[in-house]
């Protein structure tokens, strides 16, 4: 690769990812599923056992296999997807309350007297 392709992929790259981005969250509804927002919004494997093509590669993989994966995909907004996941590992009561409550809440340990 010359050294005007790479500076060629380099400009390109960011505008392609864009628009598969776009394109994307117009075939998956433009909005959260589970609360309705269209801010934050990331690509969830809604059953992460039929995940065929990791979440960094959806950028990247072939148009082909993104479109095999679609079916599979739901948008969720930053929040609830980690409410989601949180819940998905069952017991991770911390990373749920933080999910929903922010960061910096305080999760205390329980007091057994
Ligand atoms: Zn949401």
Not at 8 to 17: F, G, H, I, T
Not at 75 to 90: D, G, V
């Amino acid at each position: 690769m010359t050294e005007e392709e790479r500076a060629y992929n380099r400009a390109y790259q960011p505008r392609w990812r864009r628009r598969r981005r776009k394109w994307m969250k117009a075939e998956l509804g433009g909005k959260c599923v589970d609360c309705g927002t269209t801010r934050h919004l990331e690509f969830d494997h809604d059953d992460r056992t039929t995940k065929a093509i990791p979440s960094n590669h959806l950028m990247t993989c072939s148009m082909a296999r993104l479109r095999k994966e679609m079916p599979k995909l739901k948008l969720r907004c930053r929040r609830c997807h980690r409410i989601k996941t949180a819940l998905e590992n069952q017991g991770d009561v911390r990373a749920a309350v933080h999910a929903i409550l922010g960061q910096d809440a305080e999760v205390n340990e329980p007091a057994y007297a």
